[in-house]
C-alpha cells in the first residue's frame, strides 16, 4: 500500500517562502515512485478541496501544469532517488492558508489514488 | 470558484438512499471521466469512485457513480453513520488544462 507523508508546513509571514516535503513509499519495483504522476491539493480552513498543481513522471515529460492562483509563485519537483516531492511555495499570501495534500495520481482517469494526511500552512503577519 | 457545483448538504435516516448531484460544463465533465472522493474531518481525502462509474478496492458497493452529457451523481444506498462526510466530485478540465474540485456535498445522517 502506498503511503505519503508530507513535512515542512509552518507559520510564514506573507510574502515569505516554504519548501514542503512528501515522503512517499510502498511504490513496487514494477510500479516505482520514479513512474507515478504526483500532485498537491490543499484546503483553506472552512474550505473545499484545491488542486494545486501536478508532476507528470520522468517517462511522461516530467513536466509540470498549476493551478491559475498559484502559476509563477508554487513549484512541485522531484527525486526519484529519494522517493520524494516537493512543493516550493514562493511570495506567499494570506490566502494560501490551507492544508496541502501529497498525492498520487493516475494518468487515466486523472484519479487520486492515494493521499497523505496533509501539512498545515499559515501564512500571516 | 469551483466550476463543478454540488448541493452544499444532503440528509437522510440510517438504510436510506440518498444522492448528490455534480453539475459541470463541456471542457470537463462533458469531455473527462468524474471521480469523487470521500473526505472526513480530520483525516485524508479518500477516492470513492473512479471513472464516472468505478469503486476502488474496499469501497462497499453501496456507493455508486454515473454521468450524462455535462452532469454526474453519486448515490449511497444503505446510509449508514459511518458514512457522515463531505463528498466531492473532480474531472480534468480541458480548458483551464487543470483539475477541477466541486463545491462539496456535506452528508448528515439524522
Known amino acids: 500500500e502506498v503511503q505519503l507523508v508530507e513535512s515542512g508546513g509552518g507559520l510564514v509571514k506573507p510574502g515569505g517562502s516554504l519548501r514542503l516535503s512528501c515522503a512517499a513509499s510502498g511504490f513496487t519495483l514494477t510500479s516505482p515512485f520514479s513512474h507515478a504522476w504526483m500532485s498537491w491539493v490543499r484546503q483553506a480552513p472552512g474550505k473545499g478541496l484545491e488542486w494545486v498543481g501536478r508532476?507528470?513522471?520522468?517517462?511522461?515529460?516530467?513536466?509540470?501544469d498549476y493551478a491559475a492562483p498559484v502559476k509563477g509563485r508554487f513549484s512541485i519537483s522531484r527525486d526519484d532517488s529519494k522517493d520524494t516531492l516537493y512543493l516550493q511555495l514562493n511570495s506567499l499570501k494570506t490566502e494560501d492558508t490551507a492544508v496541502y495534500y501529497c498525492?498520487?495520481?493516475?494518468?487515466?482517469?486523472?484519479?487520486?489514488?492515494?493521499w497523505g494526511q496533509g501539512t498545515l500552512v499559515t501564512v500571516s503577519s | 470558484q469551483s466550476v463543478l457545483t454540488q448541493p452544499p448538504s444532503v440528509s437522510g435516516t440510517p438504510g436510506q438512499r440518498v444522492t448528490m448531484s455534480c453539475s459541470g460544463g463541456s471542457s470537463n465533465i462533458g469531455s473527462n471521466p468524474v471521480n469523487w472522493y470521500q473526505h472526513l474531518p480530520g483525516t485524508a481525502p479518500k477516492l470513492l469512485i473512479y471513472s464516472s462509474n468505478q469503486r476502488p478496492s474496499g469501497v462497499p458497493d453501496r456507493f455508486s457513480g454515473s454521468k450524462s452529457d455535462t452532469s454526474a451523481s453519486l448515490a449511497i444506498s444503505g446510509l449508514q453513520s459511518a458514512d457522515e462526510a463531505d463528498y466531492y466530485c473532480?474531472?480534468?478540465?480541458?480548458?483551464?488544462?487543470?483539475?477541477?474540485f466541486g463545491t462539496g456535498t456535506k452528508v448528515t445522517v439524522l
Open positions: 508532476l507528470k513522471s520522468r517517462l511522461s515529460g516530467g513536466t509540470t
Open positions: 498525492t498520487w495520481v493516475a494518468k487515466e482517469p486523472s484519479a487520486m489514488l492515494s
Open positions: 473532480a474531472a480534468w478540465d480541458d480548458s483551464l488544462n487543470g483539475y477541477v
